[in-house]
C-alpha cells in the first residue's frame, strides 16, 4: 500500500492514511490477499461424486436444521491447517467420523489455550501449554470389515450394553489401540522424551458413543464394577480384576496399561461428543444457526458421589439463557499408572481426569457437565418436522 520509505513517522502514518482511503468507501468488506491457492472453507463444497460421499455429510450440507453446524464448521476451517493434504476428500467421504473427530480435538486444543504446532505430519497434534510439550494422536474406533466378526445388533437394554461391555466392546477398542501401539510414535526424533496421548472415539454403530465408555475403562485397567443385590434389597459395587477378553472366536488380555510397550502411551483421551449434533449445538449457541430450530437436549450426568449408584438425568433447552456447553464437556483423560512421560493434568484443566492405584482403586475428579449419554431433540419450526438424534 505505501512502497516508498519515509523519513519521520508523521510522514508514514500520513501515506497510511492516503493508501487506506481508494478502500474507505468502495463497498468491500473482505479483499483477497492474493496468496490464497483455494477457499479454506471448500470442506463442504462436494469433490467427490454424490455416490462417495458420506451420509452424515450430505445431512451436513444439505439439512435445513444443521444450518449451525454447517456455519460453525466453516469458521473453524478458515485456520484449519490440512497437512497430509487429504483431508478435505476423507472427511466428505469414508473418513468422515474419523476427521470430525480430529476437527473437534482442533477446537477443543485451540479454545482451551494450548499452541498448536502443525510441524509434522504424525501424530496428528504436537502441542504446548506454557512450555509443557505434548503429542496427541487421534484414533477411532470403526464398523467391523470382518464377515467371520460382525458388530452385533445395536443394544435396546441396558442388560446388553452391560453384556456387550465384558468383552465386546474391550475388543473393538484394544484392536484399534493395539494397531496404533504398533505405529510407535515414541521412536520419531520429534516425539522422544515427551508424553504422547491417544485420543479415541467410537463410531463403530450408530449411537455406540453413548453407551461404550464403560466397556474401555475395564478394558484399559482390567478392572470391571458390576451392581449386585446384597440379599436385603440393597445395590452394592463390587469390583473384581479382568484377565482376558473373549468374542466369537477372538481372545485378548485385558488391561491395555500393561501391555508391551503401553508404558510410551501416558494416556487415553476419550469423549463421545464429536458429532454432527454437538458440532449443531455449539454453533447455535454461537448464534450461527436460525431461530426456527429449537433443541432440547436430554441425557445423563456423571455422578461424583462416591456412594451414588446411579448417573444424574437432565434435560435441556438448548436456547435457555441458563444452558451451558463447552467443547471440553465429555472428555475425559483415563491416565496410565505406568507411563514412561506422564501427562501434566494442570494443561488439561477442564476435563475430567481418572486414575487408577492396585491398591487405592479409582480416583481422579470430574467436571460437572461430564455427560455420559444423551439425545437431542431437533425441531424446524417452519415445517414443525422433529427428528431424534440418538447421539450427544
Known amino acids: 500500500m505505501c512502497s516508498t520509505f519515509r523519513k519521520t513517522q508523521e510522514e508514514a502514518e500520513e501515506a497510511l492514511r492516503e493508501g487506506f482511503q481508494k478502500y474507505k468507501d468502495d463497498g468491500h ?204 434389597g440393597n445395590a452394592v459395587a463390587a469390583t473384581q480384576t479382568i484377565e482376558e477378553h473373549s468374542w466369537h472366536g477372538k481372545t485378548i488380555p485385558s488391561g491395555f496399561f500393561s501391555q508391551p510397550n503401553a508404558q510410551h502411551v501416558s494416556a487415553v483421551l476419550f469423549s463421545n461428543a464429536a458429532t454432527v449434533t454437538k458440532f449443531n449445538r455449539m454453533g447455535k449457541l454461537a448464534g450461527l444457526g436460525s431461530k426456527d430450530v429449537k433443541m432440547i437436549r436430554r441425557g445423563y450426568l456423571f455422578n461424583p458421589d462416591l456412594n451414588a449408584l446411579q448417573p444424574i438425568p437432565f434435560s435441556c433447552d438448548v436456547d435457555s439463557p441458563e444452558y451451558e456447553e463447552s467443547w471440553s464437556d465429555s472428555m475425559v483423560m483415563f491416565h496410565n499408572p505406568n507411563a514412561e512421560f506422564p501427562v501434566d493434568p494442570d494443561a488439561f484443566s477442564d476435563i475430567s481426569h481418572i486414575y487408577f492405584d492396585k491398591d487405592k482403586g479409582f480416583m481422579g475428579y470430574v467436571q460437572p457437565y461430564d455427560v455420559l449419554n444423551s439425545v437431542t431433540f431437533t425441531i424446524l419450526g417452519v415445517s414443525n418436522e422433529v427428528t431424534e438424534e440418538t447421539i450427544p
Open 29 to 232: 468488506e473482505l479483499y483477497v490477499q492474493g496468496d490464497e491457492i483455494s477457499a479454506p472453507n471448500q470442506i463442504l463444497i462436494p469433490c467427490a461424486p454424490e455416490s462417495e460421499l458420506h451420509p452424515y455429510f450430505r445431512i451436513l450440507v444439505n439439512e435445513p436444521r444443521f444450518e449451525a453446524a454447517r456455519n460453525l464448521i466453516k469458521e473453524i476451517a478458515y485456520t484449519f491447517l490440512d497437512v497430509d493434504g487429504h483431508y478435505i476428500k476423507e472427511f466428505q467421504t469414508n473418513g468422515f467420523d474419523a476427521r470430525l473427530w480430529e476437527l473437534y480435538l482442533y477446537v477443543y486444543l485451540h479454545n482451551a489455550g494450548f499452541e498448536i504446532m502443525r510441524d509434522c505430519p504424525a501424530p496428528d497434534y504436537h502441542v504446548s501449554f506454557f512450555g509443557e510439550e505434548c503429542f496427541i494422536e487421534a484414533v477411532t474406533v470403526n464398523p467391523s470389515q470382518n464377515p467371520d466378526r460382525p458388530d452385533p445388533p445395536e443394544p435396546a437394554t441396558r442388560k446388553e450394553v452391560l453384556e456387550l461391555s465384558n468383552d465386546y466392546l474391550p475388543i473393538k477398542f484394544g484392536s484399534t489401540l493395539y494397531s496404533k501401539l504398533q505405529k510407535r510414535y515414541w521412536e520419531k526424533e520429534h516425539v522422544r522424551g515427551k508424553p504422547l496421548v491417544f485420543a479415541i472415539h467410537d463410531f463403530h454403530m450408530p449411537g455406540s458413543m453413548t453407551w461404550s465408555r464403560t466397556g474401555l475403562s475395564e478394558y484399559l485397567y482390567a478392572v470391571r464394577t458390576r451392581l449386585s443385590n446384597d440379599g436385603k
